[in-house]
């Protein structure tokens, strides 16, 4: 058994709520796992008399995903249920007596009495009837979002004839996912509200912010930052970060979005919760797509081979908002041709094609974040959240108002592309880029400026493959640097011994040409800075990837200035 955990919402597998287990098998013919799995089972579901009675697997390489749907007052009780089934099972197929078969039974029975809620079952149907949002978790449940939003304590629920059900409503939410650029869109989005006199707000894996006020700093990039964020009464439209791994832990957060967009999708973060290929990682990706009400418009990236590939094997799609840097390319011809939305860049132009008119948003050297251009990666993001604005209901004054706006610093959107001029006269530019697709990004930018010399700073995770490690360095090295400094990541080893993420990196930066007298070491991101700024000078231009120490890093190179 790899891990045991509760769905919230809907998720890769299916729309239920209940609960999912990951389980890895080897050295035993899976048909005959999973064909024991069913049989125990259903033997245990028949002596807890368990009344719900749906469940389902999914298949990958090495195991399976075995998913028990459950009503919300349910989900612990649902977990038991999967981990006591794997139990017999493994018992069963290893020749092993079970402990204490009837103890495990009363003890899942226990758990179904004392969790089960009748108020807050009550609340959700009332929700459902009066098509409002329902969120919930171990400590509250609330009803509508934002400003429009009713919350109680889950001991203190009140009958839901009490509810004024007229005073509470949903807001327009937008869902951005994808494996790189989902920060800078929800950001990007946030100045668009912002622009058009809006209380907005986002999750991200940064930090919670209503306005201006930062809730919570941290990861929350999955339903409880979503919850966090939607039960404040400021708040009036919320744009919701979804990762990867929140998808995969808990599900989506709601049901209700009216857009959604995916990024794009790279290999990164496989090998965990049974996502071991590129293909099953878009599927997790297009999961949002769950999340959108009937009239949705899903925004998609068409210069993405993965997004392409996969939505053009489903049957069905939500309505579709094509973005691409080409007017040319054929998703975006094909959407004009049948009057649908689309996004691209045209001329130096970024267009937004409605259905019936084609219209010019702003020129794309007048962004701050493309850096006249040279941004290719921030250009799509912004093409992405015209998608999403205007899907939202935003106009095209106020859409181009938010962009125009919006800049690539600390304070618009830290740790990605920060620009800083030092007193030496040379250019660092900061940014978080952690994976080989960010990376390539952001050096497309860096090989677009000029620069006497180039310098780089860069480590990785640990938790990354070696071939992952070594395509992070490589990345780098397409950019020509005349210097590069590996750092140490001591945060962030997880598992691998001091100093080995900085051998594997410096030895793809040998086979990639560097030459030994280019390469220096540091014990952390902000002494590999000092080191670096130390040794440029006017007109070098420096590229610091930075996973740690951000906010030192920053502040450091700022006042360098």
């Known amino acids: 058994m790899d891990d045991c955990r509760r769905l919230t919402g809907p998720s890769l597998v299916w729309e239920n709520t209940g609960a999912i287990l990951d389980v890895l098998i080897h050295g035993k013919d899976m048909d005959a796992v999973l064909d024991c799995w069913h049989r125990q089972l259903n033997k245990l579901l028949e002596k807890i008399d368990w009344q719900h009675h749906a469940f389902t697997h999914r298949r990958f390489e090495s195991g399976f995903n075995f998913l028990i749907a459950a009503p919300i007052d349910q989900l612990y009780s649902a977990t038991m249920v999967l981990e006591a089934a794997w139990y017999f099972t493994s018992c069963e197929l290893l020749n092993i007596e079970a402990e204490q078969p009837q103890d495990i039974v009363n003890a899942i029975q226990a758990s179904i009495e004392s969790e089960a809620n009748a108020a807050l079952l009550a609340l959700q149907r009332a929700a459902e009837l ?28 009140p009958p839901a004839s009490q509810v004024d059900w007229q005073s509470v409503h949903n807001l327009p939410v937008a869902l951005i996912t994808g494996t790189n650029g989902k920060s800078t869109s929800v950001r990007i989005l946030d100045g668009i509200a912002k622009a058009a006199g809006h209380v907005a707000g986002v999750t991200s894996t940064d930090f919670v912010r209503v306005g201006d006020d930062v ?37 989506l957060p709601l049901r209700c979005a009216k857009a959604a ?105 007048e962004i701050p974040m493309t850096m006249n ?53 040379a250019r660092v ?79 793809a930066c040998l086979d990639s040409g560097l030459k030994p007298d280019q390469i220096e070491f540091a014990d952390s991101p902000l002494a590999g800075v000092k080191q670096a700024v130390s040794g440029m000078q006017a007109e070098d231009l420096g590229l610091f990837l930075v996973l740690s120490e951000r906010d030192a890093v920053i502040e450091f190179v700022r006042g360098y200035g």
């Open 130 to 157: 009066n098509s409002i949002d329902f969120l919930y978790d171990d400590d509250e449940v609330s009803v509508g979002h934002g400003e429009a939003s009713l919350c109680w304590p889950v001991e203190e629920i």
């Open 215 to 251: 809730l919570d700093t941290g990861d929350y990039s999955g339903p409880g930052g979503a919850r966090l964020l939607l039960r404040d009464k400021r708040l009036q439209v919320p744009f919701l970060e979804v990762a990867r791994g929140g998808i995969l832990r808990r599900g």
């Open 261 to 365: 967009l995916v990024t794009n999708v790279a290999r990164d973060h496989l090998g965990q919760y049974g996502i071991n290929t590129l293909e099953a990682l878009t599927e997790v990706k297009l999961v949002v797509a769950k999340g959108l009400t009937d009239d949705g418009v899903l925004v998609v990236n068409a210069d993405d081979l993965s997004i392409r590939s996969y939505l053009q094997t489903l049957k069905q799609t939500p309505e579709l908002c094509w973005f691409s840097l080409d007017r040319n390319h054929d998703l975006i011809r094909q959407q004009i041709k049948n009057k649908l939305k689309c996004c691209f860049t045209e001329q130096g132009k970024i267009v937004y094609f409605d259905g019936v008119l084609e219209q010019t948003v702003c020129n794309i050297n």
């Open 373 to 425: 251009g040279a941004a290719l990666h921030n250009v799509r993001n912004a093409l992405g959240a015209v998608g999403v604005a205007s899907a939202m209901g935003y106009n095209l004054e106020q859409i181009q108002s938010g962009l125009l706006r919006f800049n690539s610093d600390e304070k618009d959107n830290p740790g990605r592309l920060n620009s800083f001029k030092l007193k030496t006269g």
């Open 429 to 507: 530019l900061v940014d978080f880029a952690h994976n080989a697709h960010s990376v390539a990004a952001v050096v497309d930018t860096v090989e677009r400026m000029p620069a006497r010399q180039k310098w780089a700073l860069f480590g990785s995770a640990g938790d990354r493959s070696n071939d992952e490690i070594r395509a992070i360095a490589e990345g780098v090295c397409q950019m020509n640097p005349g210097h590069v400094v590996i750092v140490e990541v001591e945060k962030y080893l997880r598992g691998r011994e001091s100093g080995e993420v900085s051998e594997i990196m410096k030895q």
